[in-house]
């Protein structure tokens, strides 16, 4: 049967206002009064309930999001010292829905020093409570209402033991916040279920360039120091927000279609991964081949100079590391195939999020199953082998980490412990069976539709088994089901042959790298 989702993001917060007449005009009346409150009286909690850290009930992450609004955009302005050991000055500014009465307004933040808060311009009581900042409006915030919440905190690249957020690089910072991190560098709501538009300003001082998600949207040079602006055109999730402040050259060229294309590459570096980069448009071409027209604005590849162990997808500015392109070991068709992989995340992933971290296999198992499929048709590695090696591990993938849909929750302080073969490989062994069972036409149809039908938005799991059936004309539930949620995997439509391994009892379980890290894929 299909697992129940999660509360939905817009239940009513457990602060929940009782609806009282006049309340805006009070509002009003107690306006100038708010506005005079002193610095250290806005950071004391009211004594009348204690705060308490929130959370949208993710199966996997039960804390992560917040109930009772839905953010708008961001506008996050950075400023970097020089130096990548030493905290940013930030402030971030929020707007925001408001789909509950509300008392008090939780944010995921942790790891900086809240300077200040102001909700709708005036100064406002904060506290934190867990991995939350905790926002205490002196009138509450209405159902209905747009209220801007500014944030003016510190952002420390420092993250001692936690697992991503700022990315130290030989030359500044890059971003890695998959899947709980981007809470670690702003106030946000951080959860792929609450995407919105964002707008960077980035101020760094000479001899630096920054670049972030989106297009430019200006540059103010003053003495010493240059700050970027950079738009999205697109709503995007938290978790997918990118920056990059380094001694970088940007590298511009026209996709298809007249895409703009950029790349940020180590300036020393640029020379040796001018290749690889030119391989973009070609890609982006085959991708639109498959699953339509590329769904943003703008691309481009981000190469740190850092040893991160992974790639990611961040929307419009791929992260990878430099070593990847520069390493005469990789072979082509591998060092192509993990491109592409993380440009179908642009399709599976950034433009159609998951609507849960559950749904991670929509993500993870199409990037894969495209990063396959490429493999095949330009390096000349059997898609039908990967599958066959595949539908042979899933048993042991699905006893260590779960089925692809139902994933087992990450160990305590490890959270990309999400992140295993049975989401990756698994995911696209599932596709794989679906396109046997549907055929190739019905499938590639699917493909297309779903990306169509959700572009900008979150699905889940049962979205795509209902469009599924839609395309293929018949009821796929009794197909699909045990493939997502079964703890053993079902017999392979047209190879009865294919046998799953023995399954040992797993030891214990311990995260394993994103399938698109170094080494994922090869043979």
């Not at 302080?413 to 992140?419: C, D, H, P, Q």
Request: net charge neutral.
């Amino acid at each position: 049967m299909l697992m129940p989702l999660p509360p939905h993001r817009h239940a009513l917060s457990p602060h929940r206002r009782v609806p009282r007449p006049h309340r805006h005009a009070a509002r009003r009346r107690r306006a100038a009064a708010a506005l005079l409150a002193c610095a250290a009286s806005v950071s004391l909690l009211s004594a009348s309930a204690p705060a308490v850290p929130l959370g949208i009930g993710d199966r996997l992450f039960p804390h992560l999001g917040n109930p009772g609004y839905d953010v708008l955009s961001y506008d996050l302005a950075l400023t970097y010292s020089g130096r990548n050991d030493q905290p940013l000055q930030a402030v971030t500014t929020l707007d925001a829905r408001i789909t509950a009465d509300l008392d008090r307004i939780n944010l995921d933040f942790t790891h900086g020093t809240v300077r200040s808060v102001e909700v709708d311009g005036r100064p406002t009581a904060f506290t934190g409570a867990g991995e939350d900042l905790v926002i205490t409006p002196r009138d509450g915030l209405g159902e209905g209402d747009v209220s801007r919440i500014t944030v003016r905190h510190t952002s420390d690249p420092v993250a001692g033991d936690r697992e991503g957020g700022w990315v130290s690089t030989a030359d500044g910072l890059a971003m890695a916040n998959q899947a709980d991190a981007a809470h670690l560098v702003f106030p946000c709501n951080d959860h792929p279920s609450d995407k919105a538009m964002f707008t960077f300003r980035i101020t760094a001082p000479d001899g630096h360039t920054a670049v972030a998600n989106g297009l430019p949207a200006g540059v103010d040079r003053t003495r010493g120091a240059t700050t970027w602006t950079y738009r999205t055109l697109h709503p995007m999730a938290t978790e997918l927000a990118q920056v990059s402040i380094g001694r970088s050259t940007v590298v511009h060229r026209t996709g298809p279609h007249g895409l703009p294309l950029r790349d940020v590459v180590p300036a020393r570096h640029r020379e040796q991964a001018e290749p690889w980069l030119a391989r973009t448009p070609d890609q982006i071409a085959w991708m639109e081949e498959k699953a339509g027209r590329y769904p943003f604005a703008t691309y481009g590849m981000l190469l740190a100079d850092a040893s991160t162990g992974f790639a990611l997808e961040t929307q419009t500015l791929s992260l990878f590391e430099r070593e990847m392109f520069t390493d005469p070991a990789l072979p082509a068709w591998y060092v192509e195939s993990i491109m592409v992989h993380e440009l179908a995340h642009q399709w599976f992933g950034n433009s159609v999020s998951p609507r849960t971290w559950s749904d991670l296999w929509l993500n993870e198992g199409h990037a894969t199953w495209y990063e396959a499929l490429y493999a095949q048709e330009r390096g000349g590695r059997s898609l039908e082998a990967r599958m066959k090696a595949a539908y042979r591990a899933s048993d042991g993938w699905r006893a260590a980490g779960g089925p692809p849909a139902a994933p087992e929750p990450p160990e305590p302080g490890r959270k990309i412990g999400i992140f295993r073969p049975n989401v990756y490989s698994g995911g696209a062994l599932v596709l794989y069976a679906l396109r046997e069972e549907i055929g190739r036409t019905a499938f590639e149809r699917l493909e297309r539709a779903w990306v169509a039908r959700h572009r900008d938005g979150t699905a889940g799991t049962s979205d795509f088994v209902r469009l599924a059936s839609e395309t293929a004309g018949r009821d796929l539930t009794g197909f699909l089901h045990p493939w997502l949620y079964g703890t053993t995997t079902p017999p392979m439509p047209g190879h009865p042959e294919w046998k799953a391994a023995a399954r040992d009892v797993p030891p214990a379980r311990r995260p394993v790298p994103h399938a698109h890290r170094a080494g994922a894929g090869r043979e």
